[in-house]
């Protein structure tokens, strides 16, 4: 079993439509989380961290599940600029990082 | 411009040939860390250094070596030893603290000839 998991997608969607990623981890001893995007053939770039209570930021909802291991992000009012992969990292308590293998969506007219 | 410098950003390796990527940061960032990402893949962790002149080995080490002579490098050589060396590499640093994310550079692809 993968270390951090997420469904592959793709989500396709229309414009405006609200989706969600899940991604969920294995190691209790996590300590951080993110939701990276990456464009094709890009380099992943920081969407948001992921705290606790659970945080927003414009369109994106990013939610922590401790007692299950999972986060999750929303999107809402999908734009068409909004395509790309999503990719969840957790930080493990020796600092290193691992990442999940990224879902994929497509924001359709 | 504060950032992570990768290069090349395209790489062709040679049979039997040692190749080195470089990375450099001007963040004042202590940890440093390389990935391998495969088309349609995730990123796999190789190396990581959380400080100057120390390292650990990530999930795909076999194959791939690293310094860190100075903070704002950590070079990454794929040895000959790597047989399927063909991916897109990742340079990523973070400053320290528990809830600091990392940050990337724009990558190299290396290639086999």
């Known amino acids: 079993r993968k270390e951090v998991e997420q469904d592959p997608g793709p989500f396709n969607v229309p414009e405006g439509a609200t989706v969600a990623f899940n991604c969920t981890y294995s190691n209790s001893a996590s300590q951080s989380f993110f939701w990276y995007r990456q464009d094709c053939r890009k380099e992943p770039k920081l969407l948001m961290s992921?705290?606790?209570s659970g945080n927003e930021d414009g369109r994106f909802t990013a939610q922590l599940n401790r007692a299950s291991q999972y986060i999750s992000l929303l999107i809402r009012d999908s734009k068409l600029s909004d395509s790309a992969t999503y990719l969840c990292?957790?930080?493990?308590?020796?600092?290193?990082?691992?990442f999940g293998a990224g879902t994929r969506l497509t924001v359709k007219p | 411009d504060g950032g992570i410098t990768q290069s090349p950003k395209y790489l062709f390796r040679k049979e039997g040939q040692n190749v080195t990527l470089s990375c450099e940061q001007n963040?004042?960032?202590?940890?440093m860390y390389w990935y391998r990402q495969d088309p349609g893949q995730g990123l796999r962790l190789i190396y990581y250094?959380?400080?100057?002149?120390?390292?650990q080995k990530g999930d795909i080490a076999e194959g791939y070596s690293v310094s860190r002579e100075k903070k704002e490098s950590f070079p990454l050589t794929v040895t000959s030893a790597q047989k399927n060396p063909t991916a897109f590499y990742l340079c990523?640093?973070?400053?320290?603290?528990?809830?600091?994310?990392?940050?990337f550079g724009d990558g190299t692809r290396l290639s086999i000839l």
């Open positions: 963040l004042n960032h202590d940890a």
């Open positions: 990523a640093s973070r400053r320290a603290g528990q809830n600091q994310p990392q940050h």
């Open positions: 992921v705290y606790s």
């Open positions: 990292a957790v930080k493990r308590n020796n600092n290193d990082m691992r």
């Open positions: 250094s959380q400080i100057v002149n120390d390292f």
